[in-house]
């Protein structure tokens, strides 16, 4: 039985358990994947004893995937540039790498659904640590122009210039601008990596959308989220919650611990969205 589990903190509504346990079963591995509750001071005490005790694999997420960061002895390129850990795995020695996966589920749930990203015109709400596990892989994509804006647009400034200062920027190819409203171009896709959804609060989109504007919003709840609700209302008619990018991202946390094939994600989808 191959020991997994989950830091966060609260955690007891995790769905992860549920998620990885459907991965196994469609693989048939044997695995038991445990939620680990913990608070900043202890957890790296409690990270460390979960892998003595031959714990195989760990995901991390809120508060703690930045304090992981710290933690391990070797990080992946995109962990590096998230600033943020959400899949820990041993490596012999009691090592460490930490990984980011998020950023990865995102791309992959955009192309499930066929929302496209290359050569296309995008909006990121939000700077904290959501967007800076995202943009560095929504870029890879090349997209035509990714618009950054934040409430607090120096934010917005400092991590542009990170992004420029490790390479990953061509010119012009992410401009930040202190409110939508001041895109004049039709938006092809927009994405809401900030986390007003939690408190039901609008953000103010960009004039004009393309005719086939789709928008996702990284969170996701039983009903669409405010974003969602918003975009729908300015006619866009692909939007999408970020459920799927949460499937994803577990997929390639599992695929990282367990080799082999990728999980069948449409089938745990299905399983996990059908009314209980
Ligand atoms: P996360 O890990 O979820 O990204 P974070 O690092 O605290 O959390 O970042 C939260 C993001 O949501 C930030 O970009 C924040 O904007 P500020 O940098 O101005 O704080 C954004 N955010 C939170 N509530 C918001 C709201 N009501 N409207 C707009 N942006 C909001």
Redesign the pocket.
């Given at each position: 039985v191959t020991s997994l589990g989950v830091f966060g903190n609260p955690i007891a509504h995790s769905l992860s358990p549920r998620i990885h346990a459907l991965f196994a079963q469609t693989r048939q591995d044997s695995i038991n994947y445990q939620r680990y509750l913990s608070t900043p001071a202890h957890f790296p005490r409690r990270v460390a004893e979960f892998f003595r005790h031959g714990g195989q694999g760990a995901n991390v997420t809120?508060p703690f995937?930045q304090q992981a960061a710290s933690l391990v002895t070797k990080l992946s390129d995109r962990a590096r540039l998230a600033g943020?850990v959400n899949t820990l795995i041993p490596y012999g020695n009691g090592q460490l790498l930490g990984d980011n996966t998020d950023g990865e589920g995102l791309i992959i749930d955009l192309k499930n659904k066929g929302f496209k990203v290359s050569e296309r015109s995008l909006v990121v709400?939000?700077?904290?640590?959501?967007?800076?596990g995202i943009i560095p892989l929504l870029l890879e994509q090349k997209p035509r122009c990714l618009y950054l804006i934040?409430?607090?647009a120096e934010?917005a400034e400092m991590l542009k210039s990170q992004l420029e200062t490790l390479g990953l920027v061509a010119a012009n190819r992410i401009q930040v601008r202190s409110s939508a409203t001041e895109i004049d171009e039709p938006i092809d896709l927009l994405i809401n990596?900030?986390?007003?959804s939690?408190?039901g609060?609008r953000?103010t989109l960009p004039s004009v959308l393309s005719e086939n504007a789709s928008g996702y919003d990284?969170m996701y709840a039983d009903q669409p989220t405010v974003f969602m609700d918003q975009l729908t209302q300015a006619g866009c008619k692909n939007v999408s919650d970020g459920f799927g990018m949460l499937i994803e991202q577990a997929a390639s946390s599992y695929q990282l611990w367990m080799e082999g094939e990728r999980p069948d994600t449409a089938f745990v989808m299905a399983e996990m969205r059908a009314p209980s």
């Open positions: 809120l995937k943020a709400f939000g700077a904290g640590g959501s967007a800076r934040n409430r607090t934010k990596a900030t986390s007003s939690l408190n609060q953000l990284l």
